[in-house]
Structure formats: C-alpha cells, structure tokens
C-alpha cells in the first residue's frame, strides 16, 4: 500500500500549484482520500478530503473557495489545486486514507494510514 504526495514547490502569494497523491496496493475507488498540512512548529491538520465511492468533498474554512480537490480513478490519484495561495498555506502537505467507504468531513483522526509529503512553501 503506498501513498505518495507529490507537487509542491516554491510560489508566490496569490499564486498556484497542484499537488497529487498517487496511490497503489489498495482498492481506490471505494475509499476516502483526505489531505492535510503541518507547518513548522503546529500540529498537522486536516484540509480537505473525498469520498472516492460517492464523489463528496469537504473543505476546511480555512482553505474553502481557494482549494479544489478531485480525482482521477484512472490513474488512481487524488489531487489538490491551490489557487491564491497565502504565507500562512506554507506546510508540508501528505495525504492519507482510514481505508474506510465512508463520506468524509471533519472527523480527522479517522485516517491511519499515510504517505510522504510534499513541501509547499508560499512567500509573501
């Protein structure tokens, strides 16, 4: 089972990136795909997540109207689109997956399982 975050880089304010995660050894259509950050010296939080059986989506307030996540089951990832991005979006960003069918929302602690990040890094 692997989950690999890819994309990051280095942006100006108010620019753009997309971040990826690219999974293997599970079955991706079914389960939720949730995305989320920790930036230096805060507790990692949740951003963002979909439920790949139905297709719903939940954003944090924090990044709603800016983040758009998707998927593509083709290709077996889930991707993140960053657009305005501010100062404080800087973080490492992972993706991570309870291997549960269930919708996704709020409930973060549910994920277990996770895969390396990808660093995003905004200057103002």
């Known amino acids: 089972v692997q989950l690999q975050a890819s994309g990051g880089g280095l942006v100006q304010s108010g620019g753009s990136l997309r971040l990826s995660c690219a999974t293997s050894?599970?079955?991706?259509?079914?389960?939720?795909i949730a995305w989320f950050r920790q930036a230096p010296g805060k507790e990692r939080e949740g951003v963002s997540c979909?439920?790949?059986?139905?297709?719903?989506?939940y954003y944090e307030d924090s990044v709603k109207g800016r983040f758009t996540i998707s998927r593509d089951n083709a290709k077996r990832t889930v991707y993140l689109q960053m657009n305005s991005l501010k100062a404080e979006d800087t973080a490492v960003y992972y993706c991570?997956?309870?291997?549960?069918?269930?919708?996704?929302?709020?409930?973060?602690?549910?994920?277990?399982?996770w895969g390396q990040g990808t660093q995003v890094t905004v200057s103002s």
């Open positions: 050894g599970f079955a991706f259509n079914y389960y939720t």
């Open positions: 979909i439920s790949n059986r139905d297709g719903s989506t």
């Open positions: 991570a997956t309870d291997f549960e069918a269930t919708p996704c929302g709020s409930n973060w602690v549910r994920y277990d399982y």
